[in-house]
């Protein structure tokens, strides 16, 4: 077989390589002993798989490979976060950040190289897109990030426990290879994380939504960040095909499906002069009145492409006392790893954007900068002309 279609173990779910083990004739048990290898023990060598027969392994090592991505550079920052860049098989690159607090460890990873959604204030989006992960390119983040963190070892203390799908990319538009993924962190033979701590994040694909129903049960997160329609199709432009409504009652169903009382989290990108105003907490208290929920507030994080700003700390603290008042359960995500550009919408990677979307932002960006100049240094140039010149750049 040639290297291309040889399937990569790394990616398949416990189910998908069962079935492939089973195809070639070996017992079932052997599934479970290959995902402790690979996953539990940080394997990839077939020799090494000693209680394994010497056929079974001489068979798959030529018929399967084992590959994580490749890791292209590590950064790490002073508080204990680290940002690993890793490559992909598109030849783009993605990122992912381990953030250590406390008795945690989340692990923050990328579902997409680039991602179609372009919310305004995401720095990801701005890059274009250029492909989904593999589900082997998604599990494979934890996978490095344990053998970088040394957690492998027999005996050493699991420091991811937290999976946070809020890296580049929209999971639920790579829903088969992020579900494949999903089962690896919630199986006791590979990862053996809790469903609470294994967090979908979504800007609102309601049909991914719909379809996470009955396929897995790990905890659900929605980017809000606006408290009405008008204002929502301005931040995230999926929403003028998914309106909140839809949205809310999509996510709503999902948490009746688990049979469970466990909220989704409700995620709020606070933009100064944009949606951090306090009418907009208290329609956004109105709106979440009847839809059990934890609120996550996230000061917006700059970078050069964008013009939004932070929001000042007392609208911050008014924000969030507005939905405290009205009986919401709020937490405020306080900004790590900005020295090593890791915090939300801060991930970029190198995406070989396939649309012409990247082209189309730094456009742009280029007749801001260059209308700026313009109208600083003559004053009198119109706006419009201005514009236009900088655009013919
Ligand atoms: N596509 C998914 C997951 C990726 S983003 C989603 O939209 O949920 C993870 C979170 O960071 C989202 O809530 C996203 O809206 C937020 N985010 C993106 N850019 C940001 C920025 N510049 N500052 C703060 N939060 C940002």
């Known amino acids: ?15 998908k390589l069962s079935s492939l083990l089973e195809g070639m004739g070996e017992k079932p048990f052997r599934a479970r002993q290959i995902l402790r290898w690979i996953h539990q023990r940080g394997e990839l060598d077939f020799k090494a798989m ?11 090592a030529r018929e399967t490979r084992l590959e994580p991505p490749p890791l292209r550079s590590r950064h790490d920052a002073g508080d ?27 692990l923050c990873i990328s579902s997409q190289a680039g991602c179609t959604l372009d919310c305004s204030f995401c720095a990801t989006g701005k890059q274009g897109f250029d492909s989904n992960l593999t589900a082997a390119e998604i599990i494979g983040q934890i996978w490095l990030a344990r053998r970088e963190l040394d957690s492998f070892a027999s005996g050493a203390e699991a420091r991811v426990t937290n999976v946070v799908f809020m890296g580049m990319g929209e999971p639920l538009l790579n829903f088969e290879n992020v579900m494949d993924a999903v089962d690896l962190l919630l199986d006791d033979l590979a990862y053996g994380l809790s469903k609470r701590r294994v967090t979908i994040s979504t800007a609102g694909v309601v049909p991914g939504i ?21 204002l929502r199709n301005e931040l995230v432009p999926l929403n003028r095909k998914y309106p909140i409504a839809a949205l809310l009652e999509a996510a709503r169903n ?3 499906g688990l049979g469970e009382k466990r909220p989704p989290l409700i995620e709020y990108t606070l933009i100064r002069g944009v949606n951090d105003h306090r009418r907009h907490a208290r329609e956004l208290a109105a709106l979440l009145r009847d839809f059990p929920c934890k609120i996550n507030l996230i000061p917006f994080n700059e970078f ?11 609208s911050l603290g008014n924000f969030r006392e507005i939905l405290r008042q009205a009986g919401h359960t709020v937490t405020v995500r306080t900004t790590r790893a900005d020295e090593i550009a890791a ?11 396939q649309t012409r979307r990247s082209e189309r932002h730094r456009r742009r960006e280029q007749a801001g900068i260059a209308e700026k100049n313009l109208i600083a240094g003559f004053g009198s140039r119109s706006r419009e002309a201005a514009t236009r010149e900088g655009e013919a750049r």
């Open 254 to 256: 999902y948490m009746a």
């Open 210 to 230: 719909e379809r996470m129903r009955g396929r897995t049960d790990a905890a659900l997160a929605i980017s809000l960040h606006a408290p009405n329609d008008e």
């Open 50 to 60: 000693t209680d394994i027969s010497l056929s079974c392994r001489e068979r798959l």
């Open 80 to 106: 204990g976060c680290v940002k690993w860049v890793l490559g992909t098989a598109s030849g783009s690159s993605v990122e992912m950040v381990y953030i250590p607090e406390g008795g945690r460890g989340t």
């Open 304 to 314: 050069s492409a964008s013009e939004y700003r932070r929001p000042s700390g007392s």
């Open 343 to 353: 915090a939300c919408g801060q991930l970029v990677g190198a995406v070989r954007d």
């Open 1 to 15: 077989m040639t290297q291309a279609v040889r399937p990569n173990l790394l990616g398949l779910s416990p189910a």
